[in-house]
């Protein structure tokens, strides 16, 4: 179906100005910030899905995934740098619609991953301060208020921030990591490793995603980076390594020590379990929870940037609502991304609450948000093939070294993982919940906007590209 573009004039693209401020350490502190709350929660749901074993082979795969995505990424970013990321990606290789549907995934997947985050949040302040769980949506509410008010201040401040929330999150799980050590028991990893057989792991597979999930969202600060093409690749690369190390230290430490895998794969507060082996029931314990909140912030802070920006770019190319990507007179924020973004959020967090089930609503929301990012994976990797057939004389700043292997080994796994979501009983009902949402994304992109597509800095550069190929 054909897609009708409207010119952005000089008093459009005015309303729509983003501030360079970031460098290579900006980058990687918001690449490891977007993530490392994934060593604080979720990823423990992955032992009672899979058992120690289970998870261990889990996220061995997952590793592997992230190692051909990351590399294609830094391939492509400092090829194509605008703000739209993966959506941009897919529009110069596959058009339009390839373009959003790709952007739709990810923005699906940028809208959940704080949702679950703010529920460990949550769960954390409910376990330090002893409140109800019915308290629990007041929690979430706090949250996205500082932290999209934080992100709307400006560019500057949300960067610094990103920079010392990380290194004061890495800090804490150095301290646990170093703590756990002498409590450490191979027993501990306990009995059965594949208590599910190989369904397990397909099971914990969602989970282990969960160490790396949302590190692909460095692409979009490319319009505020002073250097993309020399400082993308980089913060990248650099910010994969330390989340390798960081996932397997957790996963090895956390069920090695008391009170063992099994309890730490039911619980919603992990590393409190592992504060309370290490220094045992008191106050101090408290005091450090809520200091290994810092892990769970970071990344909270860090993927509110990364939705703000993403709903930014697409609707100021006219895919969403025009009016979402105006940003902030002075500050040069998307403050209305942003505060629509959050509104998403916390409406979806706040109806799985409400609804009765037996799962816990952050596993839910985990599984939804890994099903937007597995198939925005797929989309991502189409394009790295598809941009080196079609276009093979663009300039590529940085080339991967895994080429086309690593890209296909990625979408086959992010495929095999996108396939597990559907017959995970516990689960499934929030991704068919998600797919309905994505299938509705589809349907008003279909029918309306993209009749209203915008010629935006994304658009303009395919159809140049086109032109040249």
Aim: glycine share 10%; net charge positive.
């Amino acid at each position: 179906m054909k897609t009708s573009y409207t010119a952005a004039d000089a008093a459009y693209l005015e309303q729509r100005q983003l501030r360079r401020h970031a460098r290579v350490l900006h980058l990687w502190a918001l690449g490891v910030g977007a993530v490392i709350s994934g060593d604080f929660f979720g990823w423990n749901f992955g032992l009672a899905a899979g058992g120690f074993g289970g998870m261990l082979i889990a996220v061995l795969i997952v590793t592997l995934m992230y190692s051909g995505l990351c590399f294609s990424l830094a391939e492509m970013s400092p090829a194509l740098p605008h703000t739209g990321g993966a959506y941009s990606f897919a529009r110069t290789a596959m058009g339009p619609w390839g373009g959003y549907i790709t952007g739709l995934a990810e923005n699906m997947e940028y809208i959940l991953t704080p949702t679950v985050i703010v529920v460990g949040i949550g769960g954390y302040l409910g376990a330090i301060f002893g409140t109800p769980r019915e308290f629990a949506p007041l929690w979430w509410l706090a949250c996205y208020a500082v932290f999209v008010a934080l992100n709307i201040w400006g560019v500057e401040l949300s960067f610094r921030f990103s920079v010392v929330i990380t290194l004061a999150a890495l800090a804490v799980l150095l301290v646990f990591w170093i703590g756990a050590l002498p409590h450490f028991d191979l027993a501990r990893w306990s009995g059965d490793w594949f208590p599910n057989g190989g369904a397990g792991i397909l099971s914990a597979m969602p989970f282990a995603l969960w160490f790396y999930l949302a590190i692909e969202q460095l692409p979009l600060a490319a319009e505020e980076s002073h250097d993309p093409k020399r400082d993308m690749p980089r913060g990248l690369l650099w910010g994969l390594a330390t989340l390798i190390l960081c996932a397997f230290l957790t996963l090895f430490l956390s069920a090695g020590i008391a009170p063992g895998a099994k309890a730490v794969g039911a619980s919603s507060e992990p590393l409190f379990l592992g504060f309370q082996t290490i220094f045992g029931r008191g106050a101090g314990t408290r005091v450090l929870s809520l200091v290994a909140c810092t892990g769970l912030i970071a990344s909270f802070h860090t993927i509110i940037f990364a939705y703000g920006r993403q709903i930014y770019s697409l609707s100021r190319a006219g895919y969403f609502p025009r009016w979402l990507s105006v940003t902030h007179g002075q500050r040069r924020t998307p403050h209305r991304a942003l505060v629509a973004g959050a509104a998403l959020g916390f409406c979806a967090a706040l109806a799985i609450h409400l609804t009765p089930q037996n799962s816990p609503v952050g596993a839910i929301l985990l599984n939804m948000a890994v099903f937007g990012a597995v198939l925005a994976y797929i989309l991502q990797m189409v394009s790295f093939l598809m941009l080196r057939a079609k276009f093979p004389l663009l300039e590529r700043p940085y080339l991967s070294p895994l080429g086309r292997f690593g890209a296909i080994l990625a979408m086959l796994i992010a495929a095999v993982t996108l396939l597990a979501l559907f017959f995970n009983s516990e689960y499934n009902k929030g991704v068919w919940g998600a797919a309905v949402w994505f299938f509705l994304g589809i349907l008003y992109f279909g029918l309306h906007a993209r009749h209203r597509l915008i010629l935006a800095p994304e658009e303009e550069f395919a159809a140049q590209a086109g032109e040249q190929a």
